[in-house]
């Protein structure tokens, strides 16, 4: 069996939301026997233990009620805690969608833009003498939407006999006279509608993050859970500023082997369980519970005493396979987030990079 049907398989059998609550010293013992195994499979200390950084790119999957988007996936981590995760798709022709989800210490905040390719458009100089045939006209303050570079071309037809000549601009035709020129009025109109669009502010329809205090605290839980749960599967330790305790270890008889189950606890309620196979080591899954919004898009179900507009319990699960060494680490090329048991997000990573040069102004709120 695959290793992500593998790691299915075991979210199936083994629900994120049972946790054991009891340890003692012999199950620590044997707890801290199996992380120092992961370790040293993932990598070593000598590996591990320099990585300061480390970014992703890669392809993603969202499933969500509204329906399915693909696009490109960036990921940037800084230690001890800072992380970026960009996605962005074309979901029509010439519509491209970013998401940047930022965690910067205790600060988090998403960021969404659309930006729509235009055609071209812009508006022509009051003087006369640059309307030959092919000319390029600078817009000037560039007020009209699309003039990225500055100009744009006026084109004339070719006039045959008494045919009248016509001009476009901003897909509107310029009434000419005779003699192939613009009424006197026509080109003076048209700068002044020029002037008035570089004046007026642009409409910004992107959509805004939550902008509640209750809000803004819950996206925080929310990334710092993330980022605690990757920075093990990618370092196999717990971030310095999310320290988390392994309390309980037991090992599990599943129809494609034994794996090894630790139970974790942290800050803000942190409670999950990492999955190790057997027969490898490395991860093959961490569960752990959550709090979100319903605005969040992947609430796949919730209690029936749930109040409206709070946040709501919820089940994660990571799942990692197609393990590949990078610079002699060991890390999962294949990862699937399932949410209350459904399957929300795919990503499917092309390349890893460690210690790559990432600023801490990289992380900061433009």
Do not use: C
């Not at 399915?68 to 992380?83: A, R």
């Not at 037809?157 to 509107?172: A, F, K, Y």
């Not at 749960?229 to 392994?246: D, G, M, N, S, V």
């Not at 129809?255 to 080591?281: H, K, S, W, Y």
């Amino acid at each position: 069996m695959q290793p992500a049907k593998f790691a299915l398989a075991l979210l199936m059998v083994f629900p994120a939301t049972a946790f054991a609550q009891s340890a003692n010293s012999d199950q620590s013992a044997k707890t801290q026997k199996l992380i120092e195994q992961f370790r040293q499979k993932l990598g070593g200390e000598e590996k591990l233990k320099p990585v300061r950084s480390l970014s992703l790119n890669g392809k993603y999957r969202n499933v969500t009620r509204t329906g399915e988007t693909t696009g490109e996936l960036k990921l940037e981590m800084l230690l001890p805690d800072k992380l970026l995760r960009t996605e962005k798709s074309d979901p029509k022709n010439l519509t491209t969608v970013t998401m940047m989800q930022t965690l910067n210490g205790d600060q988090a905040w998403v960021d969404n833009s659309v930006i729509r390719a235009s055609g071209d458009d812009g508006a022509i100089n009051p003087n006369p003498d640059p309307l030959a045939s092919g000319t390029t006209i600078s817009t000037g303050t560039m007020g009209m939407r699309g003039a990225a570079t500055g100009t744009t071309s006026v084109r004339s037809t070719s006039p045959t006999g008494n045919v009248t000549t016509e001009r476009s601009v901003l897909g509107m035709n310029i009434p000419m006279s005779a003699n192939g020129r613009p009424p006197n009025d026509t080109l003076e109109k048209l700068e002044n509608e020029r002037r008035a669009s570089g004046e007026a502010k642009p409409a910004d329809n992107r959509p805004r993050p939550p902008n509640t205090k209750t809000a803004n605290a819950a996206l925080e839980k929310r990334l710092k859970k993330e980022l605690a749960a990757l920075h093990l599967i990618w370092l196999a330790a717990a971030p310095e500023t999310f320290p988390l305790q392994f309390s309980f270890a037991e090992t599990l008889q599943t129809a494609n082997g034994p794996v090894e189950a630790i139970e974790i606890t942290g800050a803000d309620e942190f409670a999950a369980r990492l999955f190790l196979d057997q027969r490898t080591m490395l991860p093959s899954m961490i569960s752990y519970r959550d709090f979100v919004f319903p605005s969040a898009g992947y609430v796949v179900s919730a209690s029936a005493d749930a109040i409206p507009g709070e946040a709501q319990e919820i089940a994660v699960q990571l799942l990692f396979s197609d393990y590949r060494s990078v610079n002699g680490v060991m890390l999962p090329h294949q990862i699937v987030k399932a949410v209350n048991g459904a399957m929300v997000s795919e990503w499917k990573i092309e390349k890893y990079k460690l210690n790559p040069d990432l600023k801490p102004k990289r992380f900061e709120k433009k």
